[in-house]
């Protein structure tokens, strides 16, 4: 039973005894009044000075797109590209573009992949789309020459080394590419994803005003403090690395992921949104 239930979501644990033995277990969590919730905004006063260095350091280099033929996904509507770039730190990045057979100018959906995804290419039948599936940093197409680890835990020690500071601005690298493109409308750009591709799309929304429209799927990467009371991962990799960086406290830790929190980013969000079910 609930004894004075608040608004969030409650982790259960379910067991079946049976002659004194454990003969079943079930965990689970609930959500109560979720729409009630409330989790303030929390940035710090460089919240805003943070991004804007982080945006102008990705301007600073230069993308050097190239694009790859893939034959074997441009049989139909479709001609399929791997996509190799430079972003944030002169990381090589990639991503697949399908580019419409048709002439004019087209509407872009820019997709941006779940955590630790495999590769997958593009829609290849005529939806009316131009369409780009990125995959940021270490992950995806990138893993092969992956060197932050487990992502999520990597430069934890730094606000200016964390993983998701460049990765932010692979997000942002791919507009760059979309935008540069003749056969794009620029003005029709539209993002989506599911977990962490939901957070990225909120992070191209909130420091891009390209993206004039957003369809996350249940996005990733907010309320840590919440989550991860009720979430075994990925708590357990960052418990992972507080054991092996015993100086480290759960107040820094914290503070530092309030600058990547997609709650305090969305603020910043001006376009509409849809949320994909």
Same mark, same amino acid.
């Given at each position: 039973?609930?004894?004075?239930?608040?608004?969030?979501?409650?982790?259960?644990?379910?067991?079946?005894?049976?002659?004194?033995?454990?003969?079943?277990?079930?965990?689970?969590?609930?959500?109560?009044?979720?729409?009630?919730? @409330?989790?303030?905004?929390?940035?710090?006063?460089?919240?805003?000075?943070?991004?804007?260095? @982080?945006?102008?350091?990705?301007?600073?280099?230069?993308?050097?797109?190239?694009?790859?033929?893939?034959?074997?996904?441009?049989?139909?509507?479709?001609?399929?590209?791997?996509?190799?770039?430079?972003?944030?730190?002169?990381?090589?990045?990639?991503?697949?573009?399908?580019?419409?057979?048709?002439?004019?100018?087209?509407?872009?959906?820019?997709?941006?992949?779940?955590?630790?995804?495999?590769?997958?290419?593009?829609?290849?039948?005529?939806?009316?789309?131009?369409?780009?599936?990125?995959?940021?940093?270490?992950?995806?197409?990138?893993?092969?020459?992956?060197?932050?680890?487990?992502?999520?835990?990597?430069?934890?020690?730094?606000?200016?080394?964390?993983?998701?500071?460049?990765?932010?601005?692979?997000?942002?690298?791919?507009?760059?590419?979309?935008?540069?493109?003749?056969?794009?409308?620029?003005?029709?750009?539209?993002?989506?994803?599911?977990?962490?591709?939901?957070?990225?799309?909120?992070?191209?929304?909130?420091?891009?005003?390209?993206?004039?429209?957003?369809?996350?799927?249940?996005?990733?990467?907010?309320?840590?403090?919440?989550?991860?009371?009720?979430?075994?991962?990925?708590?357990?990799?960052?418990?992972?690395?507080?054991?092996?960086?015993?100086?480290?406290?759960?107040?820094?830790?914290?503070?530092?992921?309030?600058?990547?929190?997609?709650?305090?980013?969305?603020?910043?969000?001006?376009?509409?949104?849809?949320?994909?079910?």
């Amino acid at each position: 039973e609930y004894t004075d239930p608040k608004p969030g979501f409650y982790r259960y644990t379910v067991q079946y005894i049976r002659n004194r033995q454990l003969a079943c277990e079930k965990k689970f969590n609930v959500g109560y009044e979720p729409e009630k919730i @409330s989790s303030p905004i929390d940035t710090k006063n460089d919240f805003e000075a943070f991004w804007k260095n @982080s945006l102008l350091e990705l301007k600073k280099v230069e993308p050097g797109y190239k694009l790859i033929l893939q034959p074997e996904y441009s049989k139909l509507d479709y001609d399929v590209y791997l996509v190799e770039m430079y972003s944030f730190g002169n990381d090589l990045i990639q991503g697949y573009y399908a580019k419409p057979k048709r002439e004019g100018k087209h509407p872009v959906i820019v997709e941006y992949m779940g955590y630790g995804s495999s590769p997958y290419p593009p829609n290849q039948w005529w939806d009316g789309f131009a369409h780009f599936v990125l995959s940021i940093r270490g992950q995806a197409l990138n893993q092969p020459n992956n060197k932050y680890g487990t992502w999520i835990t990597y430069g934890l020690d730094k606000k200016e080394d964390y993983y998701y500071r460049g990765a932010y601005m692979d997000v942002v690298r791919a507009l760059d590419f979309v935008c540069s493109r003749p056969e794009i409308d620029a003005e029709k750009i539209a993002v989506r994803g599911g977990s962490q591709g939901g957070a990225l799309s909120f992070v191209a929304a909130a420091l891009d005003k390209r993206v004039k429209v957003a369809a996350p799927t249940i996005p990733f990467l907010s309320d840590f403090p919440d989550y991860f009371k009720i979430g075994s991962w990925p708590k357990s990799d960052f418990d992972i690395y507080m054991e092996n960086h015993p100086g480290v406290n759960w107040n820094e830790i914290y503070n530092l992921l309030t600058y990547f929190a997609i709650k305090n980013l969305a603020q910043w969000i001006e376009c509409p949104h849809i949320k994909e079910i």
